[in-house]
Nanobody
Framework: VQLQASGGGLVQAGGSLSLSCAAS????????VGWFRQAPGKDRESVAA????????LYADSVKGRFTISRDSAKNTVYLQMNSLKPEDTAVYYC???????????????????WGQGTQVTVSS
């Protein structure tokens, strides 16, 4: 499975960005897909994810109410709409996928087998 993340950029605080994660497999809808981010000097942290079954959206507390994850199965793509961005959202954002992950592991980077290349999001104050 190859993942291609795109959509990062520079935005002022309070602004919005939309990230995309396109997959190379037609069965992408059967995979759990997560968005993670990593700021300089910090560990990679979970942002949002879709469970492997049921299309349940999951969010880290830090982004609830501001970020929305969605998916278009016909396009084998998962999106992350980011609103009300804050300087602390600045990081490299990665999408990840796995076909066997269990729900309780959605926020654990090591549980995902496939990763995109990352896209930089910079929020200026």
């Amino acid at each position: 499975v190859q993942l291609q993340a795109s959509g990062g950029g520079l935005v002022q605080a309070g602004g919005s960005l939309s990230l995309s994660c396109a997959a190379s497999v037609r069965t992408f809808g059967r995979y759990a897909v997560g968005w993670f981010r990593q700021a300089p000097g910090k560990d990679r942290e979970s942002v949002a994810a879709f469970s492997r079954t049921g299309y349940i959206p999951l969010y880290a507390d830090s982004v609830k109410g501001r970020f929305t994850i969605s998916r278009d199965s016909a396009k084998n793509t998962v999106y992350l709409q980011m609103n009300s961005l804050k300087p602390e959202d600045t990081a490299v954002y990665y999408c990840a996928a796995d076909g066997r992950i269990i729900l309780g592991m959605w926020a654990t980077p090591s549980a995902y087998a496939y990763w995109g290349q990352g896209t930089q999001v910079t929020v200026s104050s």
